[in-house]
């Protein structure tokens, strides 16, 4: 008989993720400080999330990119599969 090795406990019903909490925060740093760079360049950004776990990750990470820029970043779903990020007061004159 095999030997199993390195396997994950299946998410318990509640869990909006199949990643650990570790794997979550390292994803969510990832996404801030890409979408990040963007924003900080020219005050807005897109990115994709295609489920609703994925749009759930994006508005925290637009709060991990506030808290880095040191202004308020808000992410609102632009159509069915893209959320867009942009810097509150920054309006649509940097687009």
């Not at 509640?14 to 924003?39: D, H, K, W």
Request: some cysteine; overall charge negative; aromatic content about 6%.
């Amino acid at each position: 008989m095999r030997e199993l090795r390195n396997v994950r406990e299946v998410p318990q019903e509640g869990v909006r993720t199949p990643l650990t909490a570790e794997e979550e925060q390292r994803a969510r740093s990832v996404f801030a400080t890409e979408i990040g760079a963007q924003v900080a360049r020219q005050g807005w950004a897109t990115y994709p999330a295609h489920t609703p776990e994925e749009r759930i990750r994006l508005y925290a990470v637009a709060e991990m990119i506030g808290e880095r820029l040191g202004c308020l970043v808000e992410a609102v779903p632009q159509d069915t599969i893209t959320m867009r990020f942009t810097v509150v007061g920054a309006g649509a004159a940097l687009d």
